[in-house]
């Protein structure tokens, strides 16, 4: 019998990995949130902000892509964001007076979860699980 699974509707969002596309990729998820229904969208903003940042700063080349969608089986809102980067990021151990290496380790603290897929093609994205 076929499925009568409905795939989940996608939003997506292409950028450059400019100094402008954190602030782009903050407002697009504040509209995604809006249309999903979700009131609270900081952890969705702060999400997007550190990853996209991410490639701005660790990639610089290529295209960014943000998807955000409802995984309907278990009722999270997922916050996914592509680039074509070959390495991969890191969470780091960071010294007490080092000035950067926090930001995805901010980030795994505010998600339900999280994780890295690699791109049959290239890239990888980088995927969070946020609690609606
Ligand atoms: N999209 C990415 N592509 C390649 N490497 C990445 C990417 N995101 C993160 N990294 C690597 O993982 C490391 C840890 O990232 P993290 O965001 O925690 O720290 P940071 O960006 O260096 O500093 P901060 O976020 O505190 O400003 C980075 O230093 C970088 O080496
Ligand atoms: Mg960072």
């Given at each position: 019998?076929?499925?009568?699974?409905?795939?989940?509707?996608?939003?997506?969002?292409?950028?450059l990995?400019?100094?402008?596309?954190?602030?782009?990729?903050?407002?697009?998820?504040?509209?995604?949130?809006?249309?999903?229904?979700?009131?609270?969208?900081?952890?969705?903003?702060?999400?997007?902000?550190?990853l996209?940042?991410?490639?701005?700063?660790?990639?610089?080349?290529?295209?960014?892509?943000?998807?955000?969608?409802?995984?309907?089986?278990?009722?999270?809102?997922?916050?996914?964001?592509?680039?074509?980067?070959?390495?991969?990021?890191?969470?780091?151990?960071?010294?007490?007076?080092?000035?950067?290496?926090?930001?995805?380790?901010?980030?795994s603290?505010?998600?339900?979860?999280?994780?890295?897929?690699?791109?049959?093609?290239?890239?990888?994205?980088?995927?969070?699980?946020?609690?609606?």
């Amino acid at each position: 019998m076929p499925s009568t699974a409905q795939a989940p509707e996608v939003h997506t969002l292409t950028l450059l990995p400019t100094v402008n596309a954190p602030k782009a990729a903050r407002d697009f998820v504040t509209k995604c949130f809006c249309d999903l229904g979700i009131a609270d969208d900081y952890v969705g903003r702060t999400v997007v902000s550190e990853l996209v940042t991410n490639v701005h700063k660790h990639v610089k080349i290529g295209q960014v892509v943000v998807r955000v969608f409802e995984d309907e089986q278990d009722g999270s809102v997922v916050v996914e964001v592509w680039d074509s980067g070959e390495k991969m990021p890191v969470v780091r151990e960071v010294e007490g007076s080092a000035e950067s290496g926090r930001g995805l380790y901010m980030m795994s603290m505010l998600v339900r979860d999280w994780g890295v897929r690699l791109t049959s093609e290239r890239g990888k994205t980088i995927w969070a699980k946020l609690d609606r």
